[in-house]
């Protein structure tokens, strides 16, 4: 188990790091946001082509790299950093593993490669509950938040049909098919109501394909984990950088006893997630059998681990921590989304309780 990148994944944080800093800083995060655009198409066009980004751990008889998710949360863990706003979740994480699980050769040739190139942005559409029907080819029902659901070329459909529940494609344009953009709390992440209504779509994989599934969303789980960290990590390095500078009463803020305290608690949160996140990283390519409990245990500890430290990060900035102007918010607002995601804390508690077998 390493629990410490190599060398190359150093070099790859480096590399998406400057690249950001470069091409989507802070203020043209803001921008994306406030226009109501999911992204921004230059900057995905690059971390696709220039990058190689999108077609990562996608293998290279699709178009991508066949590198592990290790190096997708190496990559993720810089985006959660510098918000952003971006199809890379959605697309190379979320639609790409749904592929590649359901083990559909004609499905994986023809979608693939335009989502390692970045020429075909997916996602993946799961209801929480009960969600779209199947009825031969087509599909009814719908999903109230789906991660670019309102600009993706292809949307991936968990659907209930005869056989169970099954994974349909629904490509853009199709008849039958409305999405809604939403309003969120998080305007860096853009979210859609999708809704069906006879809408013709392609089963891929088997009629049941709810282990394919299953495990899609453990691995999105541990990538969502490597997200929250680099966040997590930022706030942490803003805020410090902070008390070294703010005077207040006569003496720098980081003099305090109380801040220092809460600073030692955010390292210490830190360190704790770090570790988390490496070790599910570590089983998502190495130990499969310990996927299940390992991306439970990702998103039942960074969920919170990540809004707590955000939210200090804001109360610790002071009054300007709580304006518009500021950058805090979008990170607190970030946190709560990412908390939500996949799922309630209590539910992946309950879910890692099930799978240690601590529940009866």
């Known amino acids: 188990m390493k629990l410490i990148l190599s060398g190359e994944q150093r070099e790859l944080a480096e590399s998406v790091r400057e690249f950001l800093a470069g091409t989507a800083p802070m203020a043209r995060v803001r921008e994306i946001a406030e226009s109501g655009e999911p992204y921004d198409g230059r900057v995905w066009e690059r971390m696709a082509g220039e990058l190689g980004l999108a077609g990562l751990a996608i293998p290279e008889e699709y178009g991508g790299s066949g590198a592990g998710h290790a190096e997708v949360a190496v990559v993720l863990e810089e985006l959660g950093a510098a918000l952003t706003p ?6 190379a994480v979320l639609a790409a593993n749904a592929l590649l699980l359901a083990g559909d050769e004609e499905a994986a040739k023809t979608y693939l490669p335009g989502i390692a190139a970045g020429t075909l942005v ?41 056989g169970g529940r099954g994974l349909y494609a629904v490509e ?43 495990r899609t969303l453990d691995l999105a789980a541990v990538a969502l984990a490597a997200e929250q960290l680099g966040g997590l990590r930022r706030c942490l390095d803003t805020i410090v950088e902070y008390a070294k500078l703010r005077v207040q009463f006569g003496r720098f803020v980081g003099s305090f006893q109380g801040v220092k305290h809460k600073l030692a608690d955010m390292h210490c949160t ?5 570790s988390v996140v490496r070790y599910a990283a570590w089983a998502a390519d190495e130990s499969p059998g310990e996927l299940p409990v390992a991306a439970a245990l990702a998103q039942s500890y960074l969920g919170r681990a990540y809004f707590q430290v955000a939210k200090d990060h804001l109360l610790l900035h002071g009054g300007i921590g709580f304006t518009w102007e500021h950058d805090a918010h979008l990170y607190y607002k970030r946190a709560k989304s990412s908390q939500l995601l996949l799922g309630s804390p209590r539910r992946h508690r309950a879910d890692l309780a099930e799978r240690l077998g601590l529940l009866a």
């Open 86 to 91: 971006s199809p890379y979740f959605a697309s």
């Open 122 to 162: 997916a996602t993946f559409a799961v209801p929480g509950g009960p969600g779209p029907v199947a009825r031969g080819e087509a599909l009814d029902g719908s999903v109230p938040h789906v991660l670019n659901g309102a600009d993706a070329g292809l949307i991936l459909v968990a659907a209930d049909g005869a």
């Open 172 to 214: 853009s344009g199709a008849p039958g098919l409305t999405r809604t953009p939403l309003t969120t709390l998080d305007l860096t992440r853009p979210e859609a109501r999708l809704e069906f209504a006879g809408t013709p779509a392609r089963r891929i994989g088997p009629a049941d394909a709810g282990e394919a599934i299953a």
């Open 270 to 274: 830190l360190e704790q997630a770090e």
